[in-house]
């Protein structure tokens, strides 16, 4: 889809469809009131036969009427005037987004930008505006034999009754990067698990850099792996046929000399649990396991189409975790490229073992700060929901610059602890480390074990378990958490 702002005025916009605010007390915006002048008053009429009451996020669809050029007007319900929130905003924005795939409109005329928002910046708006109507053009239907109709929106304009500036209009060309970013992590998330393996990913990944020329991307092989000694990550794939991957991107948008930051995607293409097998139910949807690395993908694509000016990097450990007579067991003893070694006493915690080596390989970008994002626990699920991912971090400024980009993006995330006091739940007997600690803090002592490995550098670690997608009838990746780590480098990038 296309984006844009301009300066306009509504009545005289050619567009498939001019969408219109409309006040709870019947009132219509600005250029909602000079669009109802050119109209005759037939919105207002509208209005006053009670077809739209203006209640938050509820739509009308006006067919085409004499004085106005587009074919038809979307009234969007904004709820009382006072009453308007980032919340009912964004509510609003969603009802809008909806409506608008109902019709077969190519183009729509968006007129909601200079609505006041109490606290949103107009970069907040454009943002949000971007990314709702993008998540709603999402189909996950590239694999039915008969692709659901597609969606005929192909072209969005922001219409403001001033001249946008510079800023409003990097706004535009960073939001539709990040909404191709999110969706590109939806897409590689919905794919089942016998298309999208390690080896699939790798080939994205080498796509991505042959498309943005600035994006090198490198794929190590489990026998270069062995050479760098990574007995976690290598002891996770030893039950499946399929080979396990390792792949860097380097995103160069700054001087070489600056240190990047560099982003670790869990990239578990299926996880059954191993020889510690998980039950039946929902096992389906362990394909998921890999959103981690998906969003990482999606991260580094948004940051090339927008060419920010900052080095990244993504560091993705792919593997499958299968039961077979070849399958790392139960109280298998394994070392870590760190060194340290860890007694598996559950193969199913089989996250944390791809992870620990991928951030100790990590530290040769020379890192100035790293971010691991992972579908590591259930217990970060029952935690926090499928609302906040739980962040943690080895420094406390970072994980408020990561609340704040969570905060402007609304993908929540709540900062959880990392305390020394949860170490003694991995000790084991016989080895370094174990790698589960026991039901109590399940998400806190995974984080703690990951701390183990990162104490060389600036590290967050996000656990996405709740976040990444949905269950049940509405099953789908989610893009999560793409538009908190881009807005994060964002902020980054201005500094
Ligand atoms: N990928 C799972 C975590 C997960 C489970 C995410 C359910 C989303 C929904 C991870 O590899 C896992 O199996 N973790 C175990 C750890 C346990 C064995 C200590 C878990 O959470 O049950
Ligand atoms: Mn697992
Ligand atoms: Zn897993």
Not at 4 to 21: A, F, H
Not at 359 to 371: C, G, M, Q, R
Not at 459 to 476: N, R, V, Y
């Amino acid at each position: 889809m296309e984006f844009s702002i301009k300066q306009g005025s509504p009545d005289k916009l050619r567009s498939g469809c001019c969408v219109i605010g409309v006040f709870e007390n019947g009132k219509l915006s600005e250029q909602g009131q000079q669009l109802d002048r050119a109209a005759g008053h037939r919105l207002s009429d509208l209005i006053a036969r009670g077809d739209m009451t203006g209640k938050n996020a509820t739509t009308l669809m006006v067919p085409q009427m004499e004085g106005i050029s587009a074919e038809r007007v979307l009234l969007i319900g904004l709820g009382k005037q006072a009453e308007i929130s980032a919340k009912s905003y964004l509510e609003a924005l969603k009802a809008m987004s909806r409506a608008l795939q109902q019709t077969v409109s190519k183009d729509a005329a968006v007129c909601l930008q200079d609505i006041e928002v109490p606290e949103c910046s107009e970069e907040w708006k454009i943002r949000h505006c971007i990314l709702s109507i993008s998540e709603s053009a999402y189909r996950p239907d590239q694999l039915k034999s008969k692709p659901a109709t597609p969606g005929t929106l192909k072209k969005i304009t922001l219409i403001t009754a001033g001249k946008p500036g510079v800023a409003m209009q990097r706004a535009v060309t960073q939001a539709a990067a990040i909404a191709t970013g999110v969706d590109l992590c939806r897409e590689l998330g919905d794919l089942p698990g016998n298309i999208c393996t390690p080896t699939y990913l790798a080939a994205r990944a080498l796509a991505l850099g042959k498309t943005h020329k600035t994006i090198k991307t490198t794929v190590l092989e489990e026998s270069h792996m062995r050479k760098l000694g990574m007995g976690a990550f290598l002891s996770v794939t030893k039950g499946t046929e399929q080979p396990a991957k390792l792949i860097s991107l380097e995103y160069q948008g700054a001087e070489k000399s600056q240190k990047p930051v560099v982003l670790v995607g869990k990239g578990i293409t299926f996880d059954s649990g191993g020889v510690s097998l998980k039950p039946g139910a929902e096992m389906d949807e362990m394909k998921y396991d890999m959103s981690g690395a998906a969003s990482v993908l999606g991260t580094i694509q948004a940051i090339a189409e927008m060419g920010l000016k900052l080095n990244v990097v993504g560091v993705i450990p792919s593997c499958e975790n299968l039961p077979s007579g070849s399958a790392t067991k139960p109280g298998d003893i394994v070392t870590s490229m760190s060194g340290q070694t860890i007694e598996v006493l559950n193969t199913d915690a089989e996250g944390r073992l791809i992870l620990c080596d991928a951030l100790t390989f990590s530290a040769k970008f020379k890192p100035d700060t790293v971010i691991d994002i992972a579908t590591l626990t259930g217990a970060c699920v029952i935690a926090l929901g499928n609302v906040a991912s739980g962040l943690y971090s080895n420094q406390d400024a970072l994980a408020q610059d990561l609340l704040a980009a969570a905060n402007f993006t609304h993908d929540k995330a709540w900062q959880m602890p990392l305390w020394d006091d949860y170490q003694p739940q991995l000790e084991s007997n016989f080895a370094d480390m174990q790698n589960i600690g026991g039901r109590a803090g399940g998400s806190i002592t995974a984080a703690c074990f990951l701390a183990r490995f990162t104490k060389a550098y600036r590290w967050a670690h996000l656990d996405i378990a709740g976040t990444a997608w949905k269950s049940g009838k509405d099953k789908g990746a989610t893009g999560r958490p793409v538009p908190l780590l881009t807005q994060y480098l964002i902020s980054r990038a201005a500094q």
